[in-house]
């Protein structure tokens, strides 16, 4: 059944509540809609409900096309000065032995490991410390372009930018120019976690604010850049906390129109401060993916991590409002498995990540940083994907 066939029925349907037939002509009428829908939505809404609205907005946006690019992470540490009680990542600062700290040589090292690989993208985001400052990444992405210049760097969070900026004592406008400045392109979506600060302060009570990551990421988008966003859910935050962070983006992006992309991050309770939570169903998962897909109107694309959902839900995941499943990640990355996620090994080469695509009827489509169509892959035929299987061994610093 066509998407426009399932709203249809949906509208016809003599028991829908009138509540949900209007907020289902608000979405198929391409109309906004408030803060006490969206509450409803989470509240009430089915799982079928939710996701023939979701796809319509999706369909609407992107027909069948589904998004990933080519990148590889750098995370310069996994030692924090922060102690969020979600972290499975870090380990604390009097812990320090216990973790590794990456120096500029093996960082630009793993860079010059991608040399002559078809990646289009740097992912650097790690914990913070105080050798990670302004002089230290403005060198590292100078760096980084003079060796790659075609690389777009992707890199660190407001909870980076604002303890460096602090440090240096300069203000958000001023040292996000500093970073333009020296090599930054832009950034990723980390450290949102829930914006509201009744649970903030509970769960990373320490680190930037609500507000600050919001400034932060409006200082950049003013100069031109853009940047993603991320919502941590399913811990001890409520329906409404999630509504609370939706609108904050929501009100942001109709200032700067600066987000590209919107990613839901599902709590996992392995070894961190919370793990005697339960972690929510899958259909919760889904219902809040497509819940953002129909919120966010003016976000442009809704993103599902695989390695951290599996690759089946993200296959799943396709028809509930995401469009875009991120990369051909390779094992660079140890955020995922070390937060207990459903891929441990989280490597994909380019032919597996389009067939999963393949495989229910869309269309993969490689992409830049700023989603720009690098290729269509709907009819590519793969003999063998010898150039790049998304591996590449890390130099071990501290075990
Ligand atoms: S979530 Fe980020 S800021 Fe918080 S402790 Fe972990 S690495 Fe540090």
């Given at each position: 059944?066509?998407?426009?066939?399932?709203?249809?029925?949906?509208?016809?349907?003599?028991?829908?509540?009138?509540?949900?037939?209007?907020?289902?002509?608000?979405?198929?009428?391409?109309?906004?809609?408030?803060?006490?829908?969206?509450?409803?939505?989470?509240?009430?809404?089915?799982?079928?409900?939710?996701?023939?609205?979701?796809?319509?907005?999706?369909?609407?946006?992107?027909?069948?096309?589904?998004?990933f690019n080519r990148n590889f992470h750098?995370?310069?540490?996994?030692?924090?000065?922060?102690?969020?009680?979600?972290?499975?990542?870090?380990?604390?600062?009097?812990?320090?032995?216990?973790?590794?700290?990456?120096?500029?040589?093996?960082?630009?090292?793993?860079?010059?490991?991608?040399?002559?690989?078809?990646v289009?993208e740097?992912h650097?985001?790690?914990?913070?410390?105080?050798?990670?400052?302004?002089?230290?990444?403005?060198?590292?992405?100078?760096?980084?372009?003079?060796?790659?210049?075609?690389?777009?760097?992707?890199?660190?969070?407001?909870?980076?930018?604002?303890?460096?900026?602090?440090?240096?004592?300069?203000?958000?406008?001023?040292?996000?120019?500093?970073?333009?400045?020296?090599?930054?392109?832009?950034?990723?979506?980390?450290?949102?976690?829930?914006?509201?600060?009744?649970?903030?302060?509970?769960?990373?009570?320490?680190?930037?604010?609500?507000?600050?990551?919001?400034?932060?990421?409006?200082?950049?988008?003013?100069?031109?850049?853009?940047?993603?966003?991320?919502?941590?859910?399913?811990?001890?935050?409520?329906?409404?906390?999630?509504?609370?962070?939706?609108?904050?983006?929501?009100?942001?992006?109709?200032?700067?129109?600066?987000?590209?992309?919107?990613?839901?991050?599902?709590?996992?309770?392995?070894?961190?401060?919370?793990?005697?939570?339960?972690?929510?169903?899958?259909?919760?998962?889904?219902?809040?993916?497509?819940?953002?897909?129909?919120?966010?109107?003016?976000?442009?694309?809704?993103?599902?991590y695989w390695p951290m959902?599996?690759?089946?839900?993200?296959?799943?995941?396709?028809?509930?409002?995401?469009?875009?499943i991120d990369g051909t990640i390779d094992d660079t990355t140890k955020i995922y498995s070390?937060?207990?996620s459903?891929e441990?090994n989280p490597a994909m080469s380019?032919?597996?990540l389009?067939?999963?695509?393949?495989?229910?009827?869309?269309?993969?489509?490689?992409?830049?940083?700023?989603?720009?169509?690098?290729?269509?892959?709907?009819?590519?035929?793969?003999?063998?994907?010898?150039?790049?299987?998304g591996y590449?061994?890390?130099?071990?610093?501290?075990?």
């Amino acid at each position: 059944m066509t998407t426009n066939r399932k709203i249809e029925t949906l509208l016809n349907d003599g028991k829908l509540k009138p509540a949900f037939r209007q907020i289902a002509e608000k979405v198929f009428n391409g109309e906004r809609i408030t803060k006490d829908d969206g509450l409803l939505l989470f509240q009430e809404g089915t799982l079928g409900y939710l996701g023939a609205l979701a796809n319509h907005v999706r369909e609407r946006l992107h027909g069948d096309d589904t998004f990933f690019n080519r990148n590889f992470h750098i995370e310069p540490t996994n030692v924090c000065v922060y102690d969020c009680k979600f972290c499975s990542y870090s380990r604390l600062l009097k812990k320090r032995g216990e973790g590794w700290e990456y120096t500029m040589d093996d960082m630009m090292a793993i860079v010059k490991q991608y040399d002559g690989q078809p990646v289009t993208e740097v992912h650097i985001v790690g914990g913070v410390l105080p050798q990670y400052d302004l002089a230290f990444y403005t060198e590292f992405f100078r760096k980084i372009k003079t060796h790659r210049p075609d690389l777009h760097i992707k890199a660190l969070t407001p909870v980076e930018y604002h303890y460096i900026f602090k440090k240096a004592k300069i203000g958000y406008a001023e040292g996000m120019k500093i970073m333009k400045d020296a090599g930054l392109d832009s950034i990723p979506g980390g450290g949102a976690e829930i914006f509201h600060p009744d649970i903030r302060q509970q769960i990373a009570g320490d680190k930037c604010t609500g507000e600050q990551w919001l400034q932060i990421h409006e200082a950049w988008h003013q100069l031109g850049g853009r940047s993603n966003a991320t919502m941590l859910y399913g811990h001890i935050e409520g329906y409404e906390h999630r509504i609370h962070h939706l609108e904050q983006l929501r009100l942001l992006q109709d200032r700067t129109g600066g987000f590209q992309t919107f990613i839901p991050l599902k709590f996992r309770n392995q070894d961190n401060q919370m793990s005697h939570l339960p972690e929510v169903s899958v259909i919760e998962d889904l219902r809040n993916y497509a819940i953002s897909r129909i919120y966010l109107d003016n976000f442009g694309h809704i993103k599902a991590y695989w390695p951290m959902i599996s690759r089946n839900i993200a296959q799943l995941s396709l028809a509930y409002g995401v469009d875009d499943i991120d990369g051909t990640i390779d094992d660079t990355t140890k955020i995922y498995s070390m937060a207990g996620s459903e891929e441990q090994n989280p490597a994909m080469s380019t032919p597996e990540l389009v067939n999963l695509i393949r495989q229910v009827n869309r269309r993969p489509i490689e992409r830049d940083t700023l989603y720009n169509v690098l290729k269509d892959y709907t009819n590519e035929v793969f003999e063998d994907d010898k150039q790049y299987k998304g591996y590449v061994a890390l130099p071990v610093v501290y075990q």
